[in-house]
Each structure stands twice: as structure tokens, then as C-alpha cells.
């Protein structure tokens, strides 16, 4: 089965680093997403990205972060400068053509990238 | 504000026995309810999508059920395996202009033998 892949798996940065997580999506999903799940908490939806654009973003995507599709396959997280509070397990997701407002559509995550700033 | 509230929080099981997670929300107006098994470091994984008109959805030994009157879904896992060892994370999708999904912090099912 297709699968999303995420690299590295692990990223240990000093703070104030800027990191960049990186992400191939299924091949023909066009709605791409960036979670995140800090250690014993719920996943927190980031951003939301389809036809080269942020769709959505939530309050904790603030202007540290940018996404970017810099190719057909790659889909970017970046963290200009790292916070302490940063840590975590990022989540690259994505999606068939439709939203998942739509009934049925399967949102398909990837490993995750454990991230750790010191 | 929308919200998933899971329960119980934890609970262990004998292989071969039965159990129910529940899953209550406060998401409005409400689109669909994914439950999904999310396996110690990894991402999660799709086990049922529901609709408000959907009232059971079975993939395997995983069984959901949906009351969209009062906002309430179950997982039911039969004939526990060691494998079903997992977080089972409750999802819901509003039908709104937003792309997010409100998540459950999860049930954390441990299955010994």
C-alpha cells in the first residue's frame, strides 16, 4: 500500500536553529497537512495545503513556521527558530483529491519526525 | 469551542476478550467520525470514517457505532490480539469551511496474554 514517508526520524536542534521536516506525500493526493503531538498530548492540527497554497493553518502556526512544496514530490515544514516548546512529534499527512470535509476521504499519515530542541 | 473527550483512558485486556472505547464530541455542525489505532512511535492509522446517516461501520474485528443524536461513538474490538496493543484516537471533522480535525487524546489499550 502507498504509504507517506517522513525524514529524518529523529532531529535534535539547539534552540534558535532552524530546522526544515521533510515529507513525501502519496503520489496522486493532492490536500497535504503538518500535525503535531507533544508527549502525552492530543495531535494538534498545524496547516492544511492544496494547489500551492496554506488552506488552513491553526493559531499554533504562527510566522516561525512555513511549509512549502518546492518540487512534485516534497512537502516542507520549516521552523525559522526553535522554541523549547517546539518539541515534538510532527505528523506529515495527506489526503486523495478532496477535503476531509468530504465523506470517506481516507487521510493518510506518515511516521512522524520526533523533534527535540535543546 | 469543539471538542473530543474519549474514555476510559487506559484499560487492559486478555487476548481473546472483547472491549468498547468511547468517544463523545462537541463538534458542530458535525461532517464525519474517524477513529483511527496509532501505534507507539508511528503515525495513525484510518480504521473507519462515519457519517451522521452511518450507524455501525465494522473494518475486521474493529466495530464502530455512531449516534449523532447524542453526539456518541464506540469502538468495539472483538477477539483481542497481542497486535491490537495501541492508542485508539477518536476524530472529528466539522462541516465547515475549516480543514482542521478536532482529536481525542486517546485510549491506550494494552492486551497481554
Known amino acids: 500500500e502507498p504509504e507517506v514517508t517522513q525524514t529524518p526520524s529523529h532531529q535534535v536542534t539547539q534552540m534558535g536553529q532552524e530546522v526544515i521536516l521533510r515529507c513525501v506525500p502519496i503520489?496522486?493526493?493532492?490536500?497535504f497537512y503538518w500535525y503535531r503531538q507533544i508527549l502525552g498530548q492530543k495531535v494538534e492540527f498545524l496547516v492544511s495545503?492544496?494547489?500551492?497554497?496554506?488552506?488552513?493553518k491553526s493559531e499554533i502556526f504562527d510566522d516561525q513556521f512555513s511549509v512549502e512544496r518546492p518540487d512534485g514530490s516534497n512537502f516542507t515544514l520549516k521552523i525559522r527558530s526553535t522554541k523549547l516548546e517546539d518539541s515534538a512529534m510532527y505528523f506529515c499527512?495527506?489526503?486523495?483529491?478532496?477535503?476531509?470535509?468530504?465523506?470517506?476521504?481516507?487521510?493518510?499519515f506518515g511516521s512522524g519526525t520526533q523533534l527535540s530542541v535543546l | 469551542k469543539n471538542q473530543v473527550e474519549q474514555s476510559p483512558q487506559s484499560l487492559i485486556i486478555l487476548e481473546g476478550k472483547n472491549c468498547t472505547l468511547q468517544?463523545?464530541?462537541?463538534?458542530?455542525?458535525?461532517?464525519?467520525l474517524r477513529w483511527y489505532k496509532q501505534d507507539t512511535g508511528r503515525g495513525p492509522v484510518s480504521l473507519t470514517i462515519?457519517?451522521?446517516?452511518?450507524n455501525t461501520k465494522s473494518n475486521g474485528r474493529y466495530t464502530a457505532t455512531l449516534d449523532a443524536d447524542t453526539k456518541q461513538s464506540s469502538l468495539h474490538i472483538t477477539a483481542s490480539q497481542l497486535s491490537d496493543s495501541a492508542s485508539y484516537i477518536c476524530?472529528?471533522?466539522?462541516?465547515?469551511?475549516?480543514?482542521?480535525?478536532?482529536f481525542g487524546a486517546g485510549t491506550t489499550v494494552t492486551v497481554r496474554a
Open positions: 462515519m457519517t451522521f446517516s452511518e
Open positions: 468517544c463523545n464530541y462537541t463538534v458542530s455542525p458535525f461532517s464525519n
Open positions: 476524530v472529528v471533522s466539522a462541516g465547515t469551511s475549516d480543514y482542521k480535525l478536532s
Open positions: 495545503f492544496y494547489n500551492n497554497e496554506i488552506s488552513e
Open positions: 503520489s496522486n493526493h493532492l490536500y
Open positions: 499527512a495527506s489526503s486523495e483529491p478532496g477535503d476531509l470535509r468530504v465523506t470517506n476521504e481516507k487521510l493518510f
